[in-house]
Each structure stands twice: as structure tokens, then as C-alpha cells.
């Protein structure tokens, strides 16, 4: 199954409903096409580095404490949801992406780092519905390393539950397309 590599406090905010829109231009890796998406449906694969207080909204700072003090043992990762791709825009302008900001955790300044990073390309704002899943441990393997967006994973996806409710959902994904046309 295909994964997603995104920081774990962004994993938790997708979790707990507090986030469900993904912005990426891509990893260092891919600075010559820029973020893809490769898969409609994957697995959310919590990555550590990079992440601190300063790209995240002051009320989410909870979160990094959180995922540090719970962070996989030595030489494993733990995956905990699936999701699915519901929309995907690309959007060049910082007014759109400013009206985003409800639906997800990043900071301002660190929306307007991503954008003037490789500014020919636009960014990638993904609508996603995310499953919780029976937390599964893999190994981390040397091909998952490294400043890229996707891996192969060897992982069965089980059905899990939504962690919004449908009508929580659609109302949400409803205001993003108002936003995004």
C-alpha cells in the first residue's frame, strides 16, 4: 500500500477531525516535478523531523509535545490511519490559501515558507477523509527515509472507522470547494 509521509503532529490533527486539508509542494527529492499524488487512497505514515512550534498554530503546540513524548520505539513506525483523497486543487493564490486556514494546523508563517519555496509550482490542497485504524508497527526500512512524500508500504489497510461523521464531512468539504472554484 502506498503511504504518505507527513509529520506526525499533522497525523494527529487529521485523527482528532482538526484537520483535513493537506497543502504540499513536495519533498527535496522532488523539486524538479513538484508534489504528485500518486495514490487515491493511503496509508498516513508519521515522519518526526522537521516539525516545531513555530510552523504550527500556538493552540496545536499540544501536538508536538504529544507526538514526542509518544514517539514509535527505535526502528519502527506505528501506522494508525488510512485516508482518502476526496478533492485535490492547485492553488497559486495566497488569498485562497489564507481562507484554508481553518483546516489545518500550520502556522501562517510557515503556509507562506511553503509557498515561496520553488514559487513556479503551485501548491497542492488535498480534501481528505481519514480512517482511524487498528495501530499497526512496521519496520522502518532505509528506502523510507530521505525528504520524499511517498513509500511502499507492506501493510494490509483494514476498514477503520471515519473520523468524521458524514454530515461533518460533506459540510466541510462543501466550504473548501467554495473556496478552491
Known sequence: MKALKEWATVVQALENGNQTVLLRKGGILEADSGFKLESEKFALFPTYEHQDNASLKSQYHGYLADVRENKPNEGVNRITSIAEVLEEHDVVSMEKIEKLSPYHIWSDSYIVERMNWMPEKPMKAIFLKVYKVPATEIPLLSEYHGCK?????????????????????????????????
Open 149 to 181: 512524500s511517498w513509500i511502499e508500504l507492506n501493510v494490509n489497510s483494514e476498514p477503520g472507522k471515519t473520523v468524521l461523521s458524514e454530515a461533518e464531512l460533506q459540510q466541510k468539504l462543501s466550504e473548501f470547494r467554495r473556496i478552491i472554484n
